[in-house]
């Protein structure tokens, strides 16, 4: 592996894409999950229903007396009895084991004329929105299949608007319009004669401090074989993204041990201009001989296909690598219909967020509640726009929220880890809400728009069951992150690939949008239209296209990606200002 | 002198009882009755330590702030063609007047004798002016920059959010915690892979205060044993990590240059790499004016030269003295390129030269700043 890591950029061929920043983002020819999306409403008017039955035709599954069952599913199991029909499923119903329940779902069933369940699967791999309508109610797998009912009035939530700018995704319930919301991940929603109740089916359990390493190493091991195994497609060619870190490069690996077939992998580059990882993806991929192409996604390309990809996600994601994820997928569609990734180790195994909240609360002062002071923390450790809202909300918008909302938000998850585990207590924040909300959130919806499937083998429901039940100090083992995930894959990869320092590859977000960078003129154009919206202030948006935040680390580039993403998104869902 | 309140110039004489003829607002300094420095020669100064107010800083840096514009100021009031012009005219000036009125008793010597009292004059007054122009030492007294400062927090800003205490002991207080606020159990399980250390707890709370430790994930400690509340705990968890890289920050003084040797001791981390990022007295000539007489006597240090030791028997150079910003900034440009070096040499399977650039200097590049996170 040395030597490969040393010879690679001279000795391994690498096809390079470049999409070009034109055409549309979903092609004509393009491929499309043969698994349709839900559509329904129960107790609605004969006029709402007419509008509905009016409003969705097309590829969906809707809601009729004929078919009172609908499931959008991918590798989902009960315990380990994979669920293939509507019969299976409904076995699973009329039992009850929904705790048993693995795998990517949405589902929708009437039981009777004035009963409805919805179900979401444990982990957030599909989504679920829902609109009580009077007094009934409508619900769509996306975002955008709710709003064409017609029965959805279009008005910002500004609550949760702070909450974007704030995590630059939607951590809970709220949608960004008014009356929409989403069903969280292991969460059922009944509706009977009117009354809505929402439950959790399904929840991580807690950490057992004895459990054996050795024991956990194995049973994690097996838990993520069997993961990647559920999920590999029946026929077609293996697709997985390859970004050369570890969690990306286990599960190639695995993938080139299980599958008959071969294994396709891409890598995203920005350009020479900028620092990547591409010697490690290569390394990986020859080291398993995989056809590796590195997808070269140029600024200009980004910007161009931002608003379309917005349109596609629903819920705004302010993440710089959605538009070249959904690149990604495009690519992949041409190859097969699923495209594996190795997202999960993050949020599951003790990922980067710990260390500063670690170090946080060890120089919190000693007079500060730690609850309080661990939930502000926890807030500015996205480092996205939470310190700037005084400054970029107007007056009016300021008054109109209630004061403290976001730590509310966030209060319940801390109360409950207070003078416990600190990692098990932030793993759990992640995984519910960057986990579902942002990371599965956008891989389901980007790659539905793109007629693909995702597959993140290390958010499948078991492993991560095995990840809470390790004892936090083995995932963050001193300084190293993620120590049991390596531990268990330790014979999968090379010890250069496992014991590889971090790098600084991101998106080069803040050299394409400073004055004088490729898209600082586009940005600034889109940020005078997002500042013409009710609700910002422009003094803000000026200050920031000029690069005069000040302070320690402005993260200027970022913040205008965080409000180019949510400009797109309005102009999309809301209409222009 | 112009007003910070409406912005208007006015003479002093308009300016009755110390107060804008036009707003009426009252100023804050008045540099015909002794003040060092205009209220907006202040106010830029706070704008500068504070990168327009959103920065915390230490007093110390604002002091080193404005004894850098005094020193700057008064260097420029002598332009060295200036002073000849204006010289020769002002001795032929001063001759043919003196002559007018003493030639009755003097005859065809008083201008001469006027041009001999004029030279004498002049060479005395250039002589004070080089000497004090030339000393690199601190012309701001700490007593009289204080009074300046309260002053300014009486009538201009009573909250200054962004001041830290001037004394780091008087903000972090051990006290009992709250009951039914409990810590989280595991907080000293893990560990971090970089520790700052510095040679005074001032550093640390300036650093801890603009979280340096939060963006580069790393620990703070000051060599003197400060923060107290968690001191011992952290630096037993570094010792414990066989990974540890140490970067210390430190004054040009004796104290401070002798601490990279100490951290070798088997108390501190002789395990750990140390990368030392401190002032040196070779750095001293880009801080003229701001040299603080030396208050520690001199001991001899491995690896400085003898010209050094002597500036060390003299001197000393607080890390204060560089602008806050600037001092941020080129903390984290050293440590991330760091660890860039270490990404890109493992990458090329090269363990060769893992060392930083170091050593601290006053670098006013605006670029650098990779970090998207």
Redesign the interface.
Known sequence: M??I??KTAAAFEIQTQRPPARGPLILPQGRVRKVAPLVGGIGLSLEQQRQIDAAWSGPVQKLSPEQALLVESHAAYSGQTALKSLSDWHEVLHTGQLATLNGAFALAWQSGPENLLLLRDPMGERTLFYAPCGQGLIFASSLELLIQSGLIRRELNLEALTRYLSYAYLPGHETLIQGVYELLPGEKLSWQAGLIETKNYWDLPPAEMDLDPETARQGLREAIEMAVEKRLPAQEAVCASLSGGIDSSLVVALLARLSLRPVHTWSVSFGKAY?NEL??SQAVAEAYQTRHQVLEVHPRTVLYFLDETLALLGNPIGD?LTVPNALLFRAASEVGPVLFNGEGGDPLFGGPK???M??????A???A???HSTVQ?YL??Y?KLYNDLPQLLNAATQAALPPGQLAADLLPWFEA?????????LMTVNTRLKGAHHILYKVNALSRGLGMLPASPLFDSDVAQWAFRVP??LK?M??EEKYILKQAVSDLLPE?VLK?????M??????WFRPGGPLHREAKKRLKNLARYPWFNPVYLNQLMAWE???????H??KVWILLSLEAWLRHYLGPP | MKCLNCRTNSLYRARSGGKCPNCKKEFVFEPKRGDLFTDTAFEAALNRVSAKNSLSYHPRQLYFELARRRYTVLNKAISPRGAVVGGVFGGIFFGVIFSIFMSMLLKGFAFWLAEGLYVSFAVWGLFKLKRDTESPAIRLDWPVFLKHLRRWQTIQEPHMPLLLPEKAEQQKKVSKPVSGQEKNEDLFDYNVDRLILCDKPEMVDFLLANQFHLEQKCAILAFNGYPRAHFEEIKMMLQRNPNLMVYLIHNASTNGCRIAAELKRPEWFPQARIFDLGLYPRQAQKFLGLFEPANAPALPIQGLSAEEQTWLETWKLDLMALPPAALLKHLRNQISQHQQVIADAYARNDDADLGVDGFLILDSTEGGDDDFG
């Not at chain 1, 670690?358 to 120089?363: I, K, N, S, V």
């Not at chain 1, 880890?417 to 207590?425: D, E, N, R, Y």
């Not at chain 1, 590889?500 to 600084?504: I, V």
């Not at chain 1, 935040?549 to 993260?555: A, H, M, Q, T």
């Open positions: 040395t030597t890591l040393a620092r010697p490690f710089p710990n260390i500063p670690l170090l946080a609360l060890l120089y002062s000693e007079d509640d730690p609850v923390t500015q450790s480092r880890g207070a003078g416990k585990s600190l990692v098990q207590t936090p100090q963050l001193g300084s250069q590889r320092p971090k790098s600084g991101q998106v080069p977000v803040e050299l935040l000040g302070g320690y680390l402005p993260r580039g970022l």
